[in-house]
């Protein structure tokens, strides 16, 4: 973590507003992609990052130092979704059990998206939605958030050898289903992205 950083968490920790709101304003918009890619209920997603930073504040004299804030926030936003998933199923009285996330997508989500023709766009959305959501969701985390998979095993709970497999099985799947000349345009677009 940056020492900015660290600063930013310790003087949340310490109970600075004005650093509470920094972290929230920093994070909120990247929290609100994740969470609609997990559930795709806009109002769920808000319920869930407002529910996050209240037991952040409320249990701020309990919390110790973290790594990297940003894995830590999205770490807690799955698990909030999750808890808030099982609650509607529970309420709704369907069945029970573990929810499975549904990682949305969405053409503005994608920084490429606007290099990319209205079929190739198509053809990418279409490839995507072969995938599991786990596969989906996992893909997202490293190429579109820019996460490191020590980081992707954090936030979904998994070791960092399923991650790296859950990656390559969805590129592998990709490269199935794309045609050549869209694989090399995403190429050099991520390329292009990373190199920034």
């Known amino acids: 973590m940056t020492l900015l950083a660290a600063s930013l968490w310790n003087d949340f920790l310490a109970g600075s507003k004005q650093a509470f709101e920094r ?5 909120y918009d990247d929290l609100f992609r994740y969470g609609m890619r997990l559930t795709g209920d806009e109002e769920v997603v808000k319920d869930c990052i407002q529910n996050l930073f209240q037991r952040l504040w409320q249990r701020r004299k309990a919390l110790g130092a973290v790594e990297e804030i940003r894995p830590y926030l999205f770490t807690a ?6 808890d808030e998933m099982r609650a509607q199923k529970r309420r709704s009285a369907l069945q029970t059990g573990y929810p499975e996330l549904a990682a949305e997508h969405s053409p503005e989500d994608f920084l490429i998206a606007q290099q990319l023709t209205t079929e190739q766009q198509a053809q990418l959305l279409a490839a ?10 996992a893909l997202y985390l490293k190429f579109f958030d820019g996460f490191a998979y020590d980081r992707i095993a954090t936030i979904m709970d998994l070791n960092q050898q399923s991650v790296r497999n859950l990656v390559h099985q969805a590129i592998k799947r990709m490269r199935q289903v794309l045609p050549t000349s869209l694989l090399l345009l995403l190429h050099g677009i991520f390329l292009e992205i990373f190199l920034q």
């Open 23 to 27: 972290i929230f304003l920093a994070h």
């Open 128 to 137: 995507l939605n072969q995938l599991s959501n786990r596969h989906r969701e």
């Open 77 to 82: 936003l799955r698990y909030h979704i999750t």
